[in-house]
């Protein structure tokens, strides 16, 4: 193709800047080292707000690439700034780096065997939700779009953000500090793009939905109020078990009887109950502490408003007293639906139009949303899964697994995505 007509192609909208350069060489030239950091990254994981060596090998590599680097933002988060030749607007991507309290079970060379502590206690430390992969992949983004600089009509910001899983008790962080200190400004981002591998997609397969696509979590603390009794005499108490499992029952019909499911899936889970001391004693109060979950702001909006008005009402028919808090951890991760037409070309073409599917929201939540909050922004899922495989585990398992040859599809998506948006 000579350079008429390929400039008149890429005019017209039938060829992307991507295509326009060839990064077929730099994609050959990036694969095995994505691999080698992920393995690296594994076999060394840190748990949210403590990735010190994470953040120093991530600062380290874009150093090595001429990308004015920042540290130490919101704890221990990376970020770098590649200025191209032309002036432009601004994209983000961002991969999370933090690791979970779970012992790995797996048999692999680059297995986990770290320990530290958490809540006080003694637990091993694995990457098994794959923010590894995330982050050798963010790694090699940085890598080819750095060898292309004098093509980049304006700027490309990497956001490397720890503790996505949440910070530890008493502490801020993630996407939320993070957005806090002005990651999005200096320069301000025009549009932000992250990606989650999947353990259950197969690999060469992107899925991802417009709109609401992972929920929206609260945490919620319920203080149950009875009188303590001898467990012989219960009319002489008033029992908070009792009215704790009416209160169970009676939150579970908000989702099943007031929640319109056909627009968006929602869920109220109590995960832990605690009361008493004995089997004989009937006692004087009860806490229970669970999560929400949804997709849709102004049903979330109603949950937490029947959930408030129905706690102490269940609580009082029974002769006690009930209290609730509500909480919110994480936003919607929310697809800007004009993004995703505008960048689904891109995609489309990188994976091939067969290998991207669409998929039903999630009632798992990312603290992504709180960058798409502020900025448009698109969260899609990546393959991770051995192809032609039966057998997966689940993301917070000690069995988690991640094929590596789905890697570079994760490099060459968030790559095309940025040059593509940045020359529209």
């Not at 600062?59 to 970020?79: C, D, F, K, P």
């Not at 417009?210 to 929206?216: H, I, L, Q």
């Not at 499992?245 to 929640?259: D, F, H, N, P, Y």
């Not at 789905?406 to 040059?419: C, D, I, R």
């Amino acid at each position: 193709m000579n350079k008429l007509i390929l400039i008149t192609a890429f005019l017209s909208g039938s060829i992307s800047m991507a295509q326009e350069l060839d990064l077929t060489n730099d994609y050959k030239l990036v694969e095995d080292k994505v691999i080698e950091w992920r393995r690296e990254i594994h076999q060394n994981p840190e748990l949210s707000n403590r990735e010190f060596k994470t953040a120093e090998k991530i600062a380290a590599h874009l150093n090595s690439l001429g990308i004015a680097v920042q540290t130490g933002v919101a704890h221990t988060g990376v970020v770098g700034v590649l200025k191209g030749n032309q002036p432009g607007k601004v994209v983000a991507l961002r991969a999370d780096i933090d690791a979970l309290p779970v012992t790995e079970r797996n048999d692999l060379e680059f297995k986990s065997t770290v320990t530290s502590e958490f809540l006080g206690e003694k637990v091993g430390v694995m990457h098994a939700c794959g923010h590894d992969t995330h982050t050798a992949i963010l790694m090699g983004v940085a890598e080819v779009l750095s060898k292309n600089r004098d093509k980049i009509k304006g700027s490309v910001k990497f956001i490397f953000q720890p503790a996505e899983e949440g910070p530890p008790p008493g502490e801020e962080g993630g996407a939320l500090l993070m957005v806090k200190e002005g990651v999005l400004k200096n320069p301000d981002v025009d549009a932000i793009f992250g990606l989650h591998i999947n353990s259950a997609t197969p690999v060469g397969v992107i899925r991802y939905k417009s709109g609401g696509t992972m929920a929206s979590a609260q945490r919620f603390v319920i203080n149950v109020k009875g009188k303590q009794t001898h467990g012989s005499q219960p009319w002489l108490g008033v029992d908070p078990i009792l009215i704790s499992a009416k209160i169970i029952e009676g939150l579970q019909t908000i989702v099943s009887r007031e929640a319109n499911l056909t627009n968006e899936a929602a869920v109220i889970s109590v995960g832990k109950i605690k009361s008493g001391v004995r089997f004989n004693i009937i006692p004087e109060s009860a806490e229970m502490i669970g999560t929400i979950r949804t997709l849709d702001y102004d049903m979330q909006k109603m949950i937490n408003r029947r959930m408030e008005e129905m706690v102490p009402a269940i609580a009082k028919a029974y002769g006690g007293e009930a209290s609730i808090e509500i909480r919110t951890n994480t936003a919607i991760t929310y697809n800007d639906p004009d993004l995703v037409v505008q960048m689904l070309p891109t995609i489309k073409r990188v994976a091939g139009e067969v290998n991207v599917q669409t998929q039903n929201a999630v009632t798992g939540a990312e603290d992504f949303s709180y960058f798409q909050e502020k900025v448009p922004g698109f969260f899609f899922f990546l393959g991770g899964m051995t192809a032609g495989s039966n057998q997966s585990f689940p993301h917070h398992t000690p069995d988690f697994l991640i094929d590596d040859s789905g890697l570079l599809l994760g490099v060459k998506t968030l790559t095309e995505m940025s040059l593509d948006y940045l020359n529209m």
